[in-house]
């Protein structure tokens, strides 16, 4: 041992040296999120190394704030944003830093639309008459429409069975994805 004076002198003394496995970090699951529904899906993250963790992901590219303290090896990542979601840095609490993998889609799903609302006479009896519409968006090949048996629904078009003049109808659209109604 050397001091700022420039004097020598045998050093002793005793240390510890730890060698931890390099941490990582793998992000999977899969989800969607109905357009301006204000849902999210959970992606599973999965730690190896010692607790408490420290990620970082991207949405789109985009670095999204870090997330700190995380004490489970199977956390649960709340995305309330669709894109691509992947992990840019991981950390653990021996200061490690990690390996990160992993990269989920996390759809958004189109909410079916009404459009063309059409009320017409029923040509063969003046007490009578039919609605008709056009649904788009959402997922075409699911299209429901409620009350269950009230007219039929050909694609996108839909037309409802007579309706007694005078009487009120209402009519509720859905698709697969569960997204929104509308009447």
């Not at 959970?42 to 420290?54: I, S």
């Not at 840095?89 to 992993?102: E, Y």
């Not at 009578?128 to 039929?152: H, K, M, Q, R, W």
Request: include cysteine; proline fraction near 4%; glycine fraction near 12%.
């Amino acid at each position: 041992v050397t001091d700022g004076n420039g004097c020598t002198s045998a050093g002793t003394g005793t240390g510890t040296l730890s060698n931890y496995a390099i941490p990582t970090a793998t992000l999977s699951g899969n989800g969607s999120i109905c357009e301006g529904s204000g849902a999210c899906v959970e992606l599973d993250v999965l730690f190896t190394g010692q607790a408490p963790f420290t990620i970082q992901y991207a949405i789109d590219n985009v670095a999204q704030a870090p997330l700190t303290g995380i004490t489970d090896i199977n956390y649960l990542l709340e995305i309330c944003t669709p894109g691509e979601v992947s992990l840019l840095t991981q950390t653990d609490g021996n200061g490690c830093a990690g390996t990160v993998g992993g990269i989920v889609i996390v759809e958004e799903n189109t909410i079916p639309i009404v459009s063309n609302i059409d009320n017409s006479c029923d040509p063969n009896d003046d007490t009578e008459y039919f609605v008709s519409f056009e649904i788009n968006a959402g997922d075409a090949s699911t299209y429901t429409v409620l009350p269950a048996g009230s007219g039929i629904l050909t694609g996108n078009m839909f037309t409802s069975n007579p309706i007694l003049s005078g009487t009120a109808y209402n009519f509720e659209v859905f698709d697969a994805n569960g997204c929104d109604t509308v009447d």
